[in-house]
């Protein structure tokens, strides 16, 4: 009768269990303890289970001192309970003091001991207990399992640990356990953490027969590692195999699908998901919309969002930041305020910064200095990505003291950070500040990246100092950063600028990789020194390498027409420009032609190229035809374009005095008369000239 009733008892415990009724279970296990029952080991595994689910610390450690007054510690599977329970709670360490005071353990406590380490991030414990279980340290050499191993592998991934990864990797070939779905996967998303593509994909491709979670694994190491294109290949693949995707897999490739030239394999793949019924997934849903977000499409991203059936924080910012790369600081507001009123959900970091980014997109400043003020009173100003994004709102805004301020307020910098507010100072036209802070970076021993260090060399090329590029080119060369395309591109440009040519000339063919930036860099350089068919030769050559060129090309060739008087071939790559690789000329552009044309002594030509150009009401165009009217003294179109200049700042004191000498070279000294009169009528005051020398 006292079996049949503990029987009972416990049954009914379990039942509530598995619906999820954990306090009517614990209230019954109370009941059955209020009538006499004694419960026997069963009862407490299940009771045991329910505290671990429930978290109820209270009844559980009860529980753990009861089966240690009733003897029933040395039953392993309550054990095992006993240190679900205690790791559920993030005792961790009592977990483990009950492990090592076990007097015997098996296979399933040491496997679980390890995977509870693993699970909560203890994974420098994970892996020790792991190595002492493999070498018999701890008595219990023989105990490995797949389980353990997967753990494992999952705690040397967190870790970063890719020598030890490696280490049980081969102990998995010994056991015999790489061909195993489960221990491959791990693998797979090891060596993916690792960056190490080569060797994920080796573990992949000898895998037998491999479920959707290796697929899936495999499919998202691409995605994550900048592999986009091999995601996308392999999800295609995977379908020819007949295994049915699911939502994990969508919000790989979805994501993956961004990089592609449009949205047309997104909408593909976001049909293929509404046809399986995915898109009830919070995370598949977020992944659609941040898609078309990113495509600058919001109606559908909008549309997307709408039609997802639960909603979070992640799904929120994903529509906020899509507003903000396009520009829609309104809408971005009005879906902060949306996800502000909700009670379950709170704004984070991320929703910030996609304020921020609207704000800048739409080039409206109230709007980002209203979005700091809230950040400091909630105090995510103190968040590093945060407060990068402040620091690169304000550099866009032309406030370089305010980006500054910004960056020296706030605790604990990274190397973004500093590389943030080193380039807002160079855009901002602050370079010898930019200078300042690198040395200061470095002196705290904050380690430059290929971005930072790009950023501090472009300072020191906006002010020549040849120097200064030179120590900075040995400091890259030391930490092993000069072979990287920004950083070399960023070298040739300053040698360029410095005037030493031969120098950019030798960076640039000993650089194993080149983008269109290395070229343009080193085509502009020749052009900007006046090494024309250098220019123009090494244009041809990047041509003939496959490499695309690009607006910035054309600048240095068409510069380098203009320095070598070319004008049939300044004319002909611009009609090149336009009709074959279908660039619309900027106004740099149309600049280049002008100087071109005038310095040539096409004066006319010049004239009526700017009149008929979009860019007919930029002052530096027309001060620059000026300055070629002045040097072929052609008098009346100087006159007329004088006149265009001073319609359009009648204060600039140039112009006067272009003007003024034309007249004077012709002895109309009437006319420079009332030219110098027009002037102090103006208040145009003629600026200084000044010369600096490095010291």
């Not at 250098?534 to 054309?554: Q, R, Y």
Request: with cysteine; glycine share 6%.
């Amino acid at each position: 009768m006292f079996c049949e009733n503990v029987v009972h008892w416990t049954s009914k415990i379990q039942s509530y269990s598995r619906k999820g009724s954990f306090q009517r279970a614990l209230s019954l296990f109370l009941k059955m303890r209020n009538a006499g029952i004694e419960p026997n080991e069963f009862t407490f595994s299940t009771t045991l289970t329910v505290c671990t689910q429930s978290l109820n610390k209270s009844v559980g450690l009860s529980l753990h001192s009861l089966i240690l007054k009733k003897g029933y510690l040395n039953q392993l599977f309550l054990s095992g309970g006993l240190i679900s329970m205690y790791s559920s709670f993030c005792r961790i360490s009592d977990a483990r003091q009950l492990f090592d005071e076990m007097p015997e353990r098996d296979e399933v406590v040491c496997n679980l001991m390890i995977a509870k380490y693993a699970q909560i991030g203890f994974s420098k414990e994970a892996c020790r207990l792991f190595y002492g279980m493999v070498n018999g340290f701890i008595h219990f050499r023989g105990f490995v399992s797949d389980f353990s191993v997967v753990s494992v592998l999952n705690a040397c991934a967190h870790l970063g640990c890719s020598r030890f990864g490696k280490s049980v990797h081969s102990y998995a070939i010994k056991l015999g356990f790489d061909s195993d779905a489960f221990v491959g996967s791990s693998l797979v998303g090891m060596y993916s953490k690792y960056k190490e593509l080569g060797s994920a994909r080796a573990v992949f491709d000898q895998l037998g027969t491999m479920d959707v979670v290796v697929w899936n694994t495999m499919i998202t190491g691409y995605a994550q590692n900048g592999y986009e294109e091999e995601a996308i290949e392999l999800f295609f693949e995977m379908e020819k195999q007949g295994l049915c995707p699911n939502y994990t897999t969508f919000s790989a490739v979805i994501d993956a699908s961004c990089v592609m030239p449009d949205e047309t394999l997104g909408r593909k793949l976001h049909a293929k998901a509404l046809k399986f019924g995915f898109l009830l997934d919070v995370y598949l849903g977020t992944a659609v919309v941040d898609m078309y977000s990113k495509f600058l499409i919001m109606t559908d991203a909008e549309r997307a969002f709408s039609e997802m059936g639960k909603k979070n924080v992640i799904s929120y910012n994903a529509l906020i930041t899509g507003y903000g790369i396009a520009g829609d600081h309104e809408n971005a507001l009005r879906s902060y305020k949306i996800l502000q009123s909700l009670e379950e959900m709170k704004p984070d970091a991320c929703t910030f910064i996609g304020l921020i980014t609207s704000s800048v997109a739409s080039a409206v400043y109230v709007v980002g200095e209203q979005v700091h003020s809230v950040l400091i009173k909630l105090g995510w100003d103190r968040d590093v990505l945060v407060r990068n994004s402040i620091v690169n709102f304000y550099s866009k805004f032309g406030l370089a003291k305010s980006a500054i301020k910004a960056f020296e307020t706030a605790q604990g910098s990274n190397i973004v950070s500093w590389t943030a507010i080193m380039t807002g100072l160079v855009q901002n036209n602050e370079h010898t500040k930019a200078l300042e802070v690198f040395c200061t970076m470095h002196n705290l021993s904050e380690k430059a990246d290929e971005f930072s260090s790009s950023s501090v060399i472009k300072a020191a090329a906006s002010l020549a100092a040849v120097s200064q590029g030179r120590l900075l080119h040995g400091h890259v060369f030391k930490v092993g950063l000069n072979n990287h395309i920004f950083v070399g591109s960023a070298l040739i440009d300053m040698y360029s600028k410095c005037g030493i040519v031969e120098d950019a000339k030798k960076v640039f063919y000993e650089m194993p990789e080149k983008n269109d930036v290395t070229w343009n860099s080193m085509i502009t350089g020749y052009a900007r020194n006046g090494f024309s068919d250098e220019a123009l030769n090494l244009f041809h050559e990047m041509i003939l390498c496959g490499v695309m060129p690009t607006s910035v090309t054309f600048v240095g060739v068409l510069l380098a027409c203009y320095h070598a008087g070319m004008v049939q071939e300044g004319k002909h790559y611009y009609q090149l420009m336009k009709s074959y690789y279908r660039i619309s000329p900027s106004a740099e552009h149309y600049s280049c032609m002008v100087n071109l044309l005038g310095h040539s002594g096409y004066i006319g030509e010049a004239e009526v190229f700017l009149l008929n150009s979009p860019y007919k009401e930029e002052l530096a165009l027309w001060k620059s035809l000026l300055t070629s009217c002045e040097a072929h003294r052609v008098f009346d179109v100087a006159s007329r374009v004088a006149k265009y200049c001073l319609n359009l700042k009648p204060d600039d004191s140039s112009a006067y005095t272009i003007l003024s000498n034309i007249y004077a070279s012709k002895q109309c000294w009437s006319e420079v008369e009332k030219t110098r009169d027009s002037m102090k009528m103006a208040d145009a005051v003629k600026e200084p000239g000044c010369s600096w020398i490095e010291a």
